[in-house]
C-alpha cells in the first residue's frame, strides 16, 4: 500500500460514498475521515489484524528483554513492591 493509495474526505462524503469507501478500505486501501477535528482511518480486517500481530509480537518482544534485564540485573520483590504501593 503506498501513501497515494491512502483517500482523505469528510464525514458527509464518506456517508454517501460508504460502498466505495467500503471496497477502496477492503482491497487495502484505508480512507481516512475527518469530521471538525476528529479523524479515523477505515481499514479491512485484514490490515486490523496484521496490525494486532505486529503490535503484540513488539509486545513480546520487550517483554523477553524486560525479563532478560531482570534476570541479569535483578529487581524489586513483589513484596516490596506491594508494600511500595500500600497493597500490603
Known amino acids: 500500500m503506498s501513501a497515494n493509495a491512502m483517500r482523505e474526505m469528510s464525514a458527509s462524503e464518506a456517508r454517501s460514498k ?3 469507501v467500503f471496497d477502496a478500505a477492503y482491497h ?3 480512507v481516512v475521515v475527518r469530521k471538525h477535528s476528529r ?16 503490535e503484540a ?18 529487581g524489586t ?8 504501593l500500600g497493597f500490603d
Do not use: C, Y
Open 18 to 20: 460508504f460502498s466505495e
Open 28 to 30: 487495502g486501501n484505508p
Open 39 to 54: 479523524t479515523v482511518a477505515i481499514i479491512s480486517m485484514e490490515l486490523l489484524q496484521s496490525l494486532a500481530e505486529l
Open 57 to 74: 509480537k513488539r509486545d513480546s518482544e520487550k517483554a523477553r528483554k524486560a525479563l532478560r534485564e531482570f534476570l541479569k540485573e535483578g
Open 77 to 84: 520483590p513483589m513484596s516490596q513492591l506491594k508494600k511500595e
